[in-house]
């Protein structure tokens, strides 16, 4: 007889209250839309960032020529 197994619990990103990856938390891996949002909100704001040295920033438009496409 298999056992059925229990949904993967995390906290979410944001207010750190426990989410289940169940079709009951459809913005996963937040708890709720306003979490996703507030998230969303600091990527576009820039207060999250991915480290690392800018590739695009640091070439001369006439180096991207051919290579945009």
Partial sequence: MDTPKKPTSLACPICKSQVLWTEDFPARPFCSERCRL????????????????????????????????
């Fill in 38 to 69: 507030i998230d969303l909100g600091d990527w576009a704001t820039e207060s999250h960032r991915i480290a690392g040295d800018p590739v695009v920033d640091d070439l001369m438009s006439d180096d991207l020529e051919g290579k945009l496409h």
